[in-house]
């Protein structure tokens, strides 16, 4: 019977293995699972520890945004993160820089 979207595709994960079931296996390192883009209230230079955040941003430009989840994702790649990570950026007129990147 069809459902009418179209052929079944052949899926791009590793197959399951029989000894583990699939929500206990870890995602692959590097890869995205969740994320946040939450904003500070001041302007740089107040410590992001002393800082007022505002989740979900407020004021960021949609195309700043983008660059950000990008460049994120880039970065876990490139270090191969398989946890939890802070990374912090700098924007101004959709030009952005990273200042930090923790592993928690």
Known sequence: MSSGF??????????????????TRPPTAGTIMNYAISEHVE???VH????????????LYVQ????????????AEALNISGPVNIQFMARDNDVKVIECNLR
């Open 48 to 59: 992001s520890g002393d800082a007022t955040l505002v989740l979900p941003a407020q004021k």
């Open 64 to 75: 700043t945004q983008k660059q950000v989840k990008r460049a994120a994702a880039k970065i």
């Open 43 to 45: 302007n740089a230079g």
């Open 6 to 23: 179209g052929p079944r595709r052949a899926s791009a994960r590793a197959p399951k293995s029989e000894d583990e079931p699939p929500a």
